[in-house]
């Protein structure tokens, strides 16, 4: 074979060899041009300095952004970039403070909803892969900014954003936030401290004043928040905040959990380690202050939640729940024995009886209609009393079991739904226990509502007639028997007049600290402080503020057995004077009643509490719209059962025939309502108005 030589830059080739060189330089030209459409990095240096709002800045040499404002942002605009060719985007970040950011890919889609285009960055992560969706075309702009929960006004957050890259990869998955491959929490500890003589009875009554922290009791969420806390507009937990709290005069802090909602990394219901080192840390502060800990099991309240069931159904590892009812019995006890085996090997011989265990919180069968006020003479009723009997049992033996200070520590058992009534039904046990004295039953109690749509303006005669009747069937249930009792949460709602709370929850801790009773409260705050949601914001942990100091103090003083000393122009300024509500229009506007039985009209009961007569009638002005006109007047009790207008007894129709429901026949509609109908209305929760082929143009009392 004859070669040819050529000559380039002073030195030969023969010909065999430049079509090697030329075929290298080809591959090398593919290899670069497959490698510049798999990757594309987004120029951080053509950002603007600040934000269009002005709530965000940029430090171009640091790559820095500082979040000023809460729900301000950052928008990186990219062109209408066409991601045809890439299936994530890769985003190297470090966070500088507490908190961690939300980054939304705005795709060129407008039916897209918000949660589907963001993605939450946790504080513990560097890097995060995002799968871009596979039926979209371009994305338009990508903007940063901090997540919605956090005041950032206060906080000045800063996020370096190191690199972003969108990426062609052979395996396009999402960053698991909740994956670790941590040991598990074990405490290691030899010694023992905890004295197995000590008594609950004795032991309740040290514990003073308690408050209850929902720091570790997220809600379901569109986001995927990690091991990030997503306490509802808490501010991450400081030694500060918890001096602060002892310092107002608590002795006691309880802490709710949530692990079922993404602290779970297997199958077998493992919990992520971060999660219960988080935990670990915040005990170890209140005790380091001398106070008591109250480390309260999951809850099942989430479960009906929409976002809880949908992530349920798709088989969402990181989720669990325990449900108390026979169908989901097995699983549930699986999810709580897990649960309760790594709390108790993560916290034994380095804690005495400062650190005391509440079996669960709140549980109830959310699935069933009587989830939150169970019935006694229900047959599936009973099959959740038995089956949360089971529960507690299978808890108290899992403590027990791990041995060390836990074979002696002092264990919460609650009851169905966490109310009084259903600890001091027959169909409820006490578990059997090993340990001697160490068992307290605990519940919780709302005199004047738990809810912001359900709560009882007026402390009214029938509230302190339930605080009584509470009382005197923990009596006959458990303080005759030397048992003591422990009140896990209690308050009342700040929408209601301070000194009828006041007035209350005085009464109310009167009962707790009693002399011939063993008995302590929890007092019960939540981050609501605008009052949007259920507006128990006593506590703001962003400016370390107490809300209506007056009604903590009346708790923590009778906490003590003391009357906190009121002076005389807040009493006259906060008492509240009811003006009659004869002859008044107690409708907004007219009803229309459409036959849909479940479309109440509301009309709080307290209403009528101090602004009525002891007897007295209502009339009602109604125009008739059908061939069917039917009037409906019911009330809900303070034990949540719903009176129909058929159960009222003695009521007496004028204008109407009282059948079922009352057949209207005139235009104007009067009921008779005597002293213990009347009585009934204000002590209960509310009263609801409905109706059938009718107009209702007015609702008015009348003597």
């Excluded at 890439?86 to 190297?92: A, F, L, Q």
Aim: one cysteine or more; glycine letters at 6%.
């Amino acid at each position: 074979m004859k070669l040819l030589f050529v000559e380039w830059g002073g030195v030969k080739y023969n010909s065999f060899s430049v079509k090697k060189l030329l075929l290298c330089l080809i591959l090398i030209c593919c290899a670069v041009a497959v490698f510049a459409q798999s990757v594309y990095e987004v120029d951080l240096n053509k950002l603007p300095d600040v934000s269009y709002d002005k709530g965000v800045t940029y430090d171009k040499t640091t790559k820095t952004l500082r979040i000023k404002e809460r729900d301000k942002g950052f928008g990186i605009w990219t062109g209408d970039l066409n991601i045809s060719n890439y299936n994530i985007v890769r985003i190297k970040y470090k966070v500088l403070g507490n908190y961690g950011f939300q980054v939304y890919l705005n795709y060129d889609d407008e039916k897209l909803e918000y949660y589907e285009k963001g993605t939450y960055f946790p504080t513990y992560l560097n890097e995060m892969v995002i799968p871009l969706l596979s039926n979209q075309k371009k994305i338009n702009d990508i903007f940063i900014k901090g997540t919605w929960d956090v005041p950032y006004e206060q906080l000045n957050e800063k996020i370096v954003i190191e690199s972003i890259t969108f990426e062609k990869v052979a395996n396009p998955v999402k960053t698991d936030i909740y994956r670790s491959n941590e040991p598990p929490v074990i405490d290691a500890a030899k010694s023992t401290s905890i004295d197995e003589k000590l008594d609950a009875w004795d032991f309740v009554n040290e514990l003073g004043a308690g408050v209850n922290w929902q720091i570790f009791q997220d809600g379901p969420s569109l986001w995927d928040y990690g091991l990030d806390l997503k306490a509802d507009n808490l501010s991450k937990p400081t030694k500060e905040q918890i001096h602060f709290m002892k310092a107002k005069g608590f002795n006691l802090i309880r802490l709710q959990t949530n692990p079922g909602l993404g602290r779970i990394i297997d199958k077998n219901y493992k919990l992520a380690p971060g999660y219960i080192r988080n935990i670990k840390q915040v005990v170890d502060w209140c005790i380091e202050e001398g106070m008591y800990v109250i480390l309260c099991g999951p809850f099942s309240e989430f479960t009906p939640f929409e976002e809880y069931k949908k992530r349920m159904e798709m088989g969402a590892t990181n989720y669990a729940a325990d449900y108390v009812n026979k169908n989901n019995k097995n699983e549930s006890e699986k999810y709580i024995k897990a649960v309760w085996e790594q709390f108790a090997q993560a916290f034994n011989n380095s804690y005495d009886e400062h650190l005391i265990f509440e079996t669960l919180n709140e549980p109830a069968d959310m699935l069933h209609e009587h989830g939150w006020w169970p019935e006694d003479n229900c047959a599936e009723c009973k099959k959740d009393y038995a089956i949360l009997n089971e529960y507690n049992q299978l808890i108290v033996d899992t403590i027990r079991a791990t041995g060390g200070n836990n074979a002696n520590r002092f264990i919460m058992v609650e009851g169905l739904a966490g109310k009084w009534m259903y600890i001091t039904s027959n169909l409820f046990k006490m578990p059997n226990d090993k340990a001697k004295n160490k068992l307290i039953p605990t519940y919780h109690h709302y005199p004047m509502g738990g809810g912001k749509d359900s709560a009882i303006g007026l402390y009214t005669d029938g509230v302190r007639t339930q605080i009584k009747e509470s009382f005197n069937a923990l009596d006959t249930k458990f303080f005759s028997k030397h048992i003591p009792v422990y009140v896990s949460e209690v308050s009342n709602i700040r929408s209601s007049p301070i000194m009828e709370r006041i007035n209350c929850i005085k009464d109310f801790m009167a009962e707790v600290s009693k002399p011939e009773r063993s008995c302590a409260a929890c007092f019960f705050i939540d981050s609501d402080i605008t009052g949007t949601s259920n507006f128990f914001g006593y506590y703001d942990s962003w400016k370390l503020k107490w809300y209506d100091q007056e009604y903590i103090d009346t708790f923590i003083y009778r906490a003590q057995g003391k009357d906190y000393p009121l002076s005389a122009d807040f009493v006259k300024k906060n008492e509240v004077k009811k003006e009659s509500i004869i002859g008044k229009n107690l409708l907004k506007e007219p009803i229309a009643g459409t036959g849909n039985w479940y479309d109440n009209y509301k009309i709080r009961s307290d209403t009528f509490y101090r602004s009525t007569p002891a007897k007295y009638k209502i009339e009602f002005k109604i125009e008739r719209t059908g061939s069917n006109p039917l009037l409906r007047l019911a009330y809900v009790d303070l034990r949540g059962k719903f009176h129909n207008t058929n159960t009222l007894k003695n009521l007496k129709v004028k204008g109407g025939l009282l059948e079922f429901d009352i057949k209207v026949q005139s235009d104007t509609v009067i009921l008779s309502i005597d002293e213990k109908l009347a009585k009934e209305f204000v002590d209960g929760e509310a009263l609801f108005l409905n109706g059938n082929d009718i107009i209702i143009k007015s609702m008015k009392v009348v003597e």
